[in-house]
Nanobody, 127 residues
């Protein structure tokens, strides 16, 4: 099993940047495909980005392409989301998720397919 804890959220002006982190427990972090999701009040949970087990293969929602970058450091058991050129529409609770897989290149964008979730971190973008 793995436990996930997000950090790095906060209040930022439109056009600014934030870097979110997701710290994972255990020594098997490299066995998990990882993803970021977000949910704003009154809206359904939305896929943001995904990355494969060892990095190098990524997938982004159209709404964040060119602005957000997902990455991971398996030596530190940590997942990252670099968020640039932030917009008020990006305001939401951001959560990381993990899915165990034997496929090294696998990408997962469907929330119910993930096995583990963090509690989330609030990101608020003011205009």
């Amino acid at each position: 099993q793995v436990q996930l804890v997000e950090s790095g959220g906060g209040l930022v002006q439109a056009g600014g940047s934030l870097r979110l982190s997701c710290a994972a427990s255990g020594r098997t972090f490299s066995n998990y495909a990882m993803g970021w999701f977000r949910q704003a009040p009154g809206k359904e949970r939305e896929f943001v980005a995904a990355i494969n087990r060892i990095g190098g293969n990524t997938l982004y929602a159209d709404s964040v392409k060119g602005r957000f970058t997902i990455s991971r450091d398996n030596t530190k058991n940590t997942l990252y989301l670099q968020m640039n050129s932030l917009k008020p529409e990006d305001t939401a609770v951001y959560s990381c998720a993990a899915r165990s897989t034997t496929t090294v290149w696998a990408l997962v964008e469907v929330g119910p397919k993930y096995d583990y979730w963090g509690q989330g971190t609030q990101v608020t973008v003011s205009s």
